[in-house]
């Protein structure tokens, strides 16, 4: 008979810590939280200090009572959720549940391990610890105060722009930074700039192509073609003398091993993954994977970490392997190593929860060659990605030879130029033999490594080839993609290891952002959203703020202070701005702005209203007059748009009359005035919307990916078609409950319907016509739930037709970023 009850969050990885347990121990799983706010209330007791009202989970009943049968035949009971403020808060749940109330009750331990494996496993039930309360406190400081936030403001957002909307503490905050970009960048007046290079030959090819450096010693600035075209005649039949050769050695460290948001930023450039899929195949990476004789085993360490450290047996393995793999090989640098005299010893920031390790492989002797038949594709992608990032950081600096060549010249006004052509050569590779990091942006160093320089000396004469005058303009700054927004969240503090993903996920279900050839676009709906809380909350969504507020949250964690306390002190400024915004906040609802516009139908002025699908242009005469026309700039923007262009008509081909602009099912139109008498209707612009290129390759033609716009919405698919016909299929992030190999997809039938299905189809006939929720049913035991909409709202119902569970999803809008 077992003795020992261990609990844990996932089906997985109860099975991978079972088999290292042995029979005296009964693992079950939680499948998550069981414990949370009830949504149908505010569930916050402000007048005493903030007291939480926690409800055992619709649909958890059940469970609890399987786990509290359990706990009363073991000694034991080990809470061994993940090692993190949402693991503690899952085992503190657990503990007030499983505690009798006799005195022979068993003993409830905590338990924490950073890798799934045996020797882990083994160490951390050999010490096992208490539920950290601070940890606790933590996680259900932060609870509440995304709570009051949700539950204070969203409301008024019903009340002034549209019913079901969100205001987010977090959320809020990665919007503003995405909208201040868009301004950011339609604000942006390009400016003219010209370079020229010249092109000369020395004794010994290649080609040496050098850029105007100075002029009289000073960095010149062309501003225009005239400037260009009078230094480019200065020039002519001016000879091109080498002043002089630096050649100065460079070293390129390695990078440390992965924390989760340079996992996630790297991810995103280098395998084009979503930061939600990035953590969900680490999930699993961690909690185990089947490896054919040795059963289910972790991978990879906790994927939730913003610590570089690493233990002294990781350590002392990776530089072993290193020795054993390249300690042989031939380098072109006399005296170089690939393995360090020391290991490399990263430093970690600050705020860093140092408890945790980096992101690394559980072995580096498992080599990604070795889990190719049992790992899916992009599981294998991430894995690699990890090991080869993990091994690389304990290896050498790669070294190089920067020169650089400055070349004289003086025109027919005697006026002295330079120019300078710099180039490197990689004369030890170190740890760019196995890993260099991507880059969001082509820096110097790149661009050296291509440059190819000939031999030349000081005082050598070069014959001119020609000279390059070249026009160019300044650009905006880009807009965010995930790795960007990761980069920049994490850099001003906002968000933690475990939030960056839902806080993606959440502003884009909340159609707040979408997403255009990869990049951030904040849509209308987020534009005004945005603007409204920051007149009335402006001190509240501050990113500095939000970073304090994130810095209290780590200070609740230490025990540095009390998190009823803290939260007195956010409350008392929340509410004087609450107060502010009942009185004061614009009614968008209810607001009309006036145009010089006038109704073609009755000759009334025409306003812009705001309506459910967002700004439109309508006439005054409403209701007689209906009439009514899309709007072509977002609602904030109204004041600095030229309605001039809005009213230059075209005119139906049919009937001659005044076409105006639609919106459809399918996007933007135009169509006749004349409705119903004339349905004549026309794409904007006459023609359909241009594909989008991305830099995605096709993994069957290696192809550029584009973007396409088909009757039923965007997609991605092949450039190469018809040669080629991939498309891209749309993942929804939950593996297939049928095979549990593929994952699940949206598609669509021949009439448009949306369903689900396996990717693996044909060998997996896996469909639902409700899109799937990988949560077990707790009444029939079916391993997921589907989402359905019924007149009450959403609920996650059972797929089992003899199963009539169901419970409701969350409706009431509140910030779901942890």
């Known amino acids: ?8 969050e996932s089906p997985a990885k109860a099975k991978t810590i079972g088999k290292y347990l042995g029979k005296q121990f009964i693992v079950k799983a939680s499948l998550g939280h069981v414990k949370d706010l009830p949504k149908k209330d505010l569930a916050v007791d402000v007048e005493r200090d903030f007291t939480p009202k926690y409800e055992v989970i619709e649909g958890k009943k059940k469970l609890i009572a399987e786990l509290k049968q359990a706990a009363k035949s073991v000694d034991s009971v080990y809470l061994a959720a993940d090692p993190d403020r949402e693991g503690e808060a899952i085992c503190w749940h657990l503990q007030e549940e499983l505690e009798p109330k006799k005195a022979d009750k068993p003993a409830i331990f905590r338990v924490m391990f950073n890798e799934i494996t045996a020797n882990a496993v083994k160490k951390a039930f050999e010490k096992p610890l208490s539920v950290n ?20 403001i969203s409301p008024l957002l019903w009340d002034k722009v549209r019913r079901g909307l969100s205001a987010g503490r977090v959320q809020t905050v990665a919007v503003r930074l995405i909208v201040e970009r868009e301004r950011e960048i339609r604000a942006f007046q390009k400016q003219e700039y010209w370079t020229i290079d010249v092109a000369l030959n020395a004794k010994k090819p290649p080609t040496l192509v050098a850029r105007l450096n100075k002029v009289r010693n000073e960095t010149p600035t062309v501003g225009d073609e005239k400037t260009a075209t009078g230094i480019v005649d200065d020039l002519d039949e001016a000879k091109y003398i080498v002043h002089s050769v630096t050649t100065r050695e460079k070293r390129r460290n390695p990078v440390p091993p992965f924390i989760t948001s340079t996992l996630q930023q790297e991810a995103s450039r280098k395998l084009r993954f979503s930061v939600k899929r990035t953590m969900m195949l680490a999930q699993g990476l961690y909690e185990g994977k089947e490896l054919g004789k040795e059963g289910s085993v972790g991978l990879i360490t906790y994927m939730r970490t913003d610590s570089t450290r690493v233990s002294e047996d990781a350590l002392t393995e990776v530089r072993k392997f290193v020795d054993e793999r390249y300690g ?22 600050k705020d860093a929860q140092d408890a945790h390790e980096a992101i690394r492989p559980t ?73 260099e990091e991507g880059k969001d942006q082509k820096d110097e160093d790149d661009e050296d490594l291509k440059h190819k320089l000939p031999a030349v000396k000081e005082g050598e004469e070069l014959r001119f080839k020609e000279i390059r005058p070249e026009q160019h303009f300044t650009e905006p700054p880009p807009r965010y993609n995930e790795a960007t927004l990761v980069k920049k969240l994490e ?28 990049r951030f676009t904040p849509t209308e709906l987020g534009m005004v959203v945005t603007d409204l809380l920051l007149e009335n909350f402006n001190d509240l969504f501050d990113v500095k703020y939000t970073a304090r507020m994130e810095e209290e949250l780590d200070e609740i964690e230490d025990g540095r202070i009390e998190w009823r306390a803290a939260m007195a002190e956010f409350y008392n400024r929340f509410q004087k701005d609450l107060e502010h915004a009942e009185r004061n906040m614009t009614d968008i609802k209810r607001m009309e ?16 209203k705001w309506g459910k699908h967002g700004s439109f242009i309508a006439c005054t005469g409403y209701p007689e007059c209906t009439n009514t026309r899309e709007l072509t700039v977002d609602l904030p923007d109204v004041d600095k748009a030229d309605f001039s262009e809005q009213d230059e008509t075209e005119y139906c081909e049919n009937c001659g009359r005044p076409m105006v602009l639609k919106k ?29 290129p991305l830099e995605d390759k096709c993994p069957q033609c290696d192809s550029n990916l584009v973007q396409k716009f088909g009757r039923y919405g965007e997609f991605v698919a092949c450039s190469n078609y018809p040669k080629c016909k991939y498309v891209k299929q749309k993942t929804i992030g939950v593996p297939c ?40 049913c707790p009444e029939c035991g079916s391993s997921y739930l589907i989402e359905k909409y019924l007149k009450t709202g959403p609920v996650a119902q059972c797929p089992n037709p003899e199963c009539k569970y169901k419970h409701p999803l969350e409706v009431v809008a509140e910030s779901s970023v942890a």
């Open 328 to 349: 042989n090989e031939k380098v072109t640098l006399e005296g170089a190593t690939y393995l360090p005299k020391a290991p490399n010893v990263y430093k970690t920031k």
């Open 363 to 435: 072995s580096v002797f498992r080599t990604p060659e070795s889990l190719e038949k049992h790992l899916a594709e992009d599981e294998l992608k991430l894995y690699r990605l990890i090991w080869v990032r993990f091994v690389a950081s304990q290896m050498t600096p790669a070294v190089l030879d920067q020169t650089s060549i400055d070349i004289a010249a003086k025109g027919k006004s005697k006026t002295d130029y330079l120019f300078r052509a710099t180039g490197s050569v990689l004369k030890f590779e170190g740890f760019l033999k196995v890993y």
């Open 593 to 608: 702005r006036p145009t010089d516009l006038v109704c073609e139908k009755c000759g009334k002025p025409m306003v812009i």
């Open 491 to 518: 850099a001003d503090g906002v968000g933690r290891p475990s939030t960056y993903a839902s806080i993606l996920s959440t502003i884009q279900d909340r159609e707040y952002v979408k997403k255009e050839g990869g």
């Open 737 to 776: 409950p049928n095979c549990s190999e593929g994952e699940v997809v949206e598609r669509r039938s021949k009439r448009g319907r949306t369903f689900y299905g396996c990717n693996r189809y044909p060998d997996c006939d896996f469909v639902a016509w409700g899109k799937p929720i990988p949560e077990k």
């Open 664 to 692: 459809g099912r399918f996007g933007q139109f135009y169509a006749c005035s004349g409705y119903p008498d004339c349905k004549t209707t026309k794409q904007i612009g006459g023609e359909q919307r241009k594909d989008v």
């Open 133 to 152: 309360i601070n940890l606790v406190e933590a996680q259900q400081a932060r609870r509440v105060l995304d709570r009051l936030v949700g539950y204070k």
């Open 1 to 8: 008979m077992a003795k020992s009850l261990v609990i844990v």
